[in-house]
């Protein structure tokens, strides 16, 4: 167990709806990252949450948005969903924002877009 | 070109074998680098980080090729439960916060 819980673990929306995923990053962990990974594909990184500020976007349109509260958890916001936005949505935490900081990754929310 | 590339697989391989995984990284920037497994429909984790003077774990063996950009991972006396996904990775920006996953190599070992 790493100690990252997210949620949901699986839903399905349609077309042009809107999604939240929800990320407990791990105690005393104050970054959390967010990676979107589709069926045999590695995971794609979509942003970077240090200390409620956003510290870092990978190629993904606006519509994807996210948040980062006080205690460090963080969400994923997606708009207007796509057929292609159906994936594996990944969340890892660390102690710090670089990558010599191990991160851990939650088991994941599926999403299906139908 | 994909920022890290990988073959896909799968690789059948029999129980006992060694095996060896390549990749190749397209950023001369990146700094650092890791190899993680992912079985199947579960998250990614850390197998090992890989360091330019190479680093073995057990019968888990990984080098680093900073002037080809390359790196390897071998796995000696494979058993049945290496089998699962393995993910070349390494830090995709300069600010270090972005890791890049390439798409995988599948393996499966087989009794």
């Known amino acids: 167990e790493t100690g990252v819980t997210q949620s949901p673990t699986h839903l399905i929306k349609t077309r042009g709806q809107q999604v939240t995923l929800r990320c407990s990053s791990q105690s005393g962990h104050n970054t959390v990252s967010w990676y979107q990974q589709a069926l045999g594909q590695g995971p794609q990184f979509i942003f970077q949450?240090?200390?409620?500020?956003?510290?870092g976007r990978g190629n993904f349109p606006p519509r994807f948005s996210g948040l980062q509260f006080p205690n460090y958890s963080s969400e994923l916001n997606v708009n207007a969903l796509e057929l292609d936005d159906s994936a594996l949505y990944l969340c890892a935490s660390s102690q710090g924002p670089g990558t010599l900081d191990t991160i851990y990754f939650g088991e994941g929310s599926w999403l299906t877009v139908v | 070109r994909k920022e890290v590339e990988q073959d896909p697989g799968p690789f059948n391989v029999p129980e006992g074998a060694t095996v060896a995984f390549n990749c190749t990284y397209s950023n001369s920037a990146s700094q650092s680098f890791f190899w993680y497994r992912q079985d199947c429909r579960k998250e990614p984790k850390l197998l090992m980080s890989?360091?330019?003077s190479g680093n073995e774990d057990g019968r888990f063996t990984a080098q680093l090729n900073r002037a080809s950009q390359y790196i390897s991972l071998l796995i000696r006396d494979s058993k049945l439960s290496d089998s699962a996904t393995y993910l070349c990775v390494v830090n995709g920006n300069n600010a270090g916060n972005m890791l890049t996953f390439g798409g995988g190599t599948r393996l499966m070992v087989k009794p």
């Open positions: 949450y240090y200390r409620e500020e956003e510290n």
């Open positions: 890989v360091y330019s």
